[in-house]
C-alpha cells in the first residue's frame, strides 16, 4: 500500500531482512512490496487455529483488497535485500575461508526448538569427527534462522545459550570442536548477552563448581550456566537483526 501512495514515484526498498527465506513481502509486512496473500487465505488461517476476532476486523479483512502484483503502482519499484541472516553467512564464511578454515553453510533458514536444533547440530559434529563425514575437520558449521524456547523453568536466558547448553550436553566431553551462537541484535533473551561460548569441556567445567548442566537446562537457566564459566558473549546492542548466527569450528 505504501508504493500505491507512492506512485508514480519510483520506490526503491532497500531491506534488512529477519526473516528466514527473505521474502520481501513478508519483512516488516512487505509495505512497498506486493503480496500475492488473498482475503481468503488470511480468512481460512484465522478459521483454522481458530482465532476469535471482532467482527469490524473481519469485515476488514474480508473486503479490504492489497494491490495485485501487476499494478501499475509496482511498475518502478525494485526491492534489494541489503542483510540478512544468509548474508551474514556468507560473510562470516569469507572470513573462516580467509583464516585458512573451510566453511560449511548447513541453511540460513533453521527454525524449532533451540535444544533439538542443538541436538541435531550436535549430531553433525560428532559424525565429522568420528567419521570426518559429511565434512572432513578442519571445517566451520554455520547456521542461521530462529530458534524457539518453550519455557518449562524460571531460570535466565535465551534461544542461543540454551542452544549452547543443549550443543554441550550433546557433545560432553568430545575434544575438538567449539561453538558461538549468537542474536545479530545484540540481545539474546532476557538479557544482556547476545549469546555465548562452549566446547567439549563447558559441562566439565560446570561440574567442577558443583553445578548440573542437565538440570540448568531443565530450568531454561542457561545465562547462569555461561556466566558462572565467564564465557557469555556480550558485544552490545548492534543496531540490527538479522536472526541467529550459529557456528561450530570442528579442528
Not at 476476532?53 to 509496482?74: E, G, K, N, Y
Amino acid at each position: 500500500r505504501l508504493a500505491a501512495m507512492a506512485a508514480p514515484a519510483r520506490v526503491v526498498s532497500l531491506i534488512v531482512s529477519d526473516v528466514p527465506g527473505d521474502a520481501p513481502h513478508e519483512v516488516a509486512s512487505g509495505p512497498t512490496c506486493a503480496d500475492e496473500t488473498s482475503a481468503d487465505e488470511a480468512l481460512a488461517a484465522i478459521a483454522a487455529y481458530r482465532i476469535d476476532l471482532p467482527a469490524p476486523i473481519v469485515d476488514h479483512i474480508r473486503t479490504s483488497r492489497a494491490p495485485h502484483p501487476l499494478d501499475a503502482a509496482f511498475r518502478d519499484h525494485s526491492a534489494r535485500v541489503i542483510a540478512s541472516a544468509r548474508l551474514s553467512l556468507e560473510a562470516a564464511a569469507a572470513a573462516a575461508q580467509a583464516a585458512g578454515v573451510p566453511a560449511v553453510i548447513l541453511s540460513d533458514r533453521i527454525e524449532g526448538e533451540a535444544r533439538e536444533v542443538a541436538k541435531m547440530h550436535g549430531a553433525i559434529a560428532q559424525e565429522v569427527l568420528e567419521r570426518a563425514r559429511p565434512f572432513a575437520a578442519p571445517v566451520v558449521l554455520l547456521s542461521g534462522g530462529e530458534t524457539t524456547v518453550t519455557l518449562r523453568g524460571q531460570g535466565r536466558g535465551g534461544r542461543n545459550s540454551e542452544f549452547l547448553l543443549s550443543l554441550a550436553l550433546t557433545c560432553d566431553g568430545r575434544a575438538g570442536w567449539s561453538a558461538l551462537a549468537a542474536d545479530t541484535d545484540g540481545i539474546d533473551g532476557s538479557e544482556q548477552n547476545a549469546g555465548a561460548f562452549a566446547d567439549g569441556q563447558s559441562c566439565a567445567r560446570l561440574r567442577a563448581q558443583g553445578q548440573d548442566p542437565a538440570a540448568l537446562l531443565g530450568e531454561n537457566d542457561a545465562w547462569s550456566a555461561f556466566a558462572a564459566l565467564d564465557d557469555l558473549f556480550s558485544p552490545g546492542p548492534t543496531g540490527t537483526n538479522v536472526n541467529d548466527l550459529r557456528a561450530i569450528l570442528i579442528r
